[in-house]
């Protein structure tokens, strides 16, 4: 898919935001926080976490509800727990509001690289960006992000997040019946689209950081 | 888990040397029970004892129609319930976030794909080549199917949750047997067709394409399969990976810990596949063995 649009700082409201366009997946993340925490009459000497995925009303092709996605939203809450620093914001928490505007196929890798984005724009601290690749199984081909509609007949899924600078993977989960040579090529375009993606992150927040100087 | 710092050193130093706290090697599990038919207004159910895990899995099959998307194919939908025997905060809203997470896992491995954002959840679409063959469920082409309505439920809980369920799920599939559906009459295109279903004949539901569920649990530089719950408060992270008897991955999921590296997870799959050959035929054997046992009483 192309990758059109990718900024920083699209929420003024909220410490830190993203918005980013793959192809026709249109996604805005905002991140509030650390900020007290109202549930927690608990110390803690951890922050807390709390992520929430919704799309709205004109998101799919189909007219569907907006509904809060829980499976995206907990998928999402692993894939980031696992690399922000916890024990910098003790006591406080972080929530990462997430918003599909348009889904056009490989919502949740967008979501994830467009999170991870947010956070680094709020200032929260992390070990490394993350970036979500997802490739689809058709046959004996493999696509990489794939669209809607080749999403509608894949026969599998492999969806990696990783920390490319560290070279870790966060989250992987696939779907549907894999031999063990797709699994390591599915793997290798995972990880070099994922080095190539935390580049342009990078960039990004570079760009964002030198026009906030002047 | 409340455990004190010399017991956390003694597990992790155990599993180092190949012995754990109770004796098993690190590719060990523990004995496996399993009893079919547990539930007698159920079409098919199984429990099953891991050492200290037990769970129940029924599966109920009820009429309905197929979905527009994919009208030559039945609809399963997993649940599963954490009840509060297990652990006390699995009362009320506690135990939802593991039930969720236990039941996307065994829907990813049984069912293959998911359907498109903004549909609902709960019901799936299959992929094919996954585990369950869900054109085995049509009844008339987008008219009637059957709905199959797999439920679990955490009685006891020491680790190693989801491999306890899908093994229960795979004996209560098993163990299901679905009334055979006659349908009477030719019908015009927009209306129902009536149907009999039948009292008397049943037909067994075919499960050798069933996969099995292996965690892997990384402990130090190691793994271990089958996991009890001390030793999963020692964890830096677990790999969930569903193999089928052909040997091919049917799903896999990172659990929640800290990142891997990829030649980890392609060891791990390795190694998982290794275990799988084992497991499943234990599982088979066991679940044979229950079901004659249940056929002679």
Same mark, same amino acid.
């Given at each position: 898919m192309l990758l059109s649009v990718l900024q920083t700082g699209a929420v003024s409201s909220a410490s830190g935001s993203a918005y980013a366009e793959f192809g026709n997946t249109k996604v805005i993340v905002s991140v509030f926080g650390p900020r007290e925490s109202k549930k927690a009459m608990v110390y803690s000497d951890v922050g807390r976490l709390n992520c929430n995925v919704s799309y709205t009303n004109f998101a799919s092709p189909t007219l569907g509800q907006g509904t809060d996605h829980k499976e995206y939203s907990s998928m999402l809450h692993k894939a980031l727990e696992g690399v922000i620093m916890m024990e910098t914001f003790p006591k406080t928490t972080v929530d990462v509001f997430a918003l599909v505007l348009e889904s056009g196929g490989s919502d949740l890798s967008v979501l994830i690289s467009c999170a991870s984005l947010a956070l680094a724009d709020a200032g929260i601290m992390m070990y490394d960006l993350i970036t979500a690749v997802s490739v689809s199984c058709i046959g004996k081909s493999l696509m990489i992000d794939p669209v809607t509609e080749e999403e509608g007949c894949e026969d599998g899924s492999f969806m990696m997040t990783c920390m490319p600078s560290r070279y870790e993977i966060t989250q992987l989960t696939i779907t549907g019946e894999w031999t063990t040579p797709n699994i390591n090529e599915a793997m290798q375009l995972c990880l070099d689209a994922s080095s190539k993606l935390g580049e342009i992150m990078r960039d990004c927040l570079k760009q964002s950081a030198s026009a906030s100087d002047e | 888990m409340g455990l004190s710092l010399g017991e956390q050193h003694f597990i992790k130093g155990g599993i180092a040397q190949d012995l754990r706290t109770d004796g098993r090697k690190r590719l060990t599990y523990r004995p496996i029970y399993v009893e079919t038919g547990v539930i007698p207004q159920a079409n098919g159910s199984a429990r099953v004892r891991i050492g200290g895990t037990d769970v129940i899995a029924s599966v109920k099959a009820e009429i309905g129609r197929p979905s527009s998307l994919q009208p030559d194919k039945g609809k399963v939908a997993v649940f599963i319930d954490c009840s509060? =025997?297990?652990?006390? =905060?699995? &009362?009320g809203r506690g135990g939802e976030e593991l039930s969720s997470e236990l039941a996307l896992a065994l829907q990813r491995c049984l069912l293959g794909g998911k359907s498109g954002a903004g549909l609902q959840s709960s019901i799936h679409v299959l992929v094919p080549g996954? &585990? $369950?063959?869900? %054109? %085995? #469920? #049509? $009844? @008339?082409? &987008? @008219?009637v199917c059957w709905d199959l309505y797999i439920d679990g439920l955490v009685i006891s809980s020491d680790g190693n949750l989801l491999d306890a369920l899908g093994a229960a799920i795979k004996a209560a599939l098993t163990n299901t047997a679905i009334p055979k559906v006659n349908v009477s009459a030719e019908v015009a295109d927009d209306e129902q067709p009536e149907i009999d279903i039948s009292d008397e004949e049943y037909l067994q539901f075919d499960t050798s394409s069933v996969p099995v569920i292996v965690t892997l649990t990384k402990v130090g530089t190691h793994y271990i399969v089958d996991a009890t719950a001390e030793e999963e408060s020692q964890m830096s992270s677990a790999v969930s990976i569903s193999v089928n008897r052909t040997g091919h991955i049917c799903g896999l999921t990172k659990r929640s810990g800290s990142g891997l590296d990829p030649s980890v997870i392609l060891d791990m799959i390795s190694v998982a596949k290794h275990v799988t050959e084992t497991l499943m035929s234990k599982l088979d054997s066991e679940i044979s063995a229950a079901e004659a046992c249940e056929d002679e009483s």
């Open positions: - | 509060p =025997t297990a652990e006390p =905060t699995f &009362g996954a &585990g $369950i063959n869900l %054109s %085995s #469920l #049509l $009844i @008339k082409e &987008g @008219k």
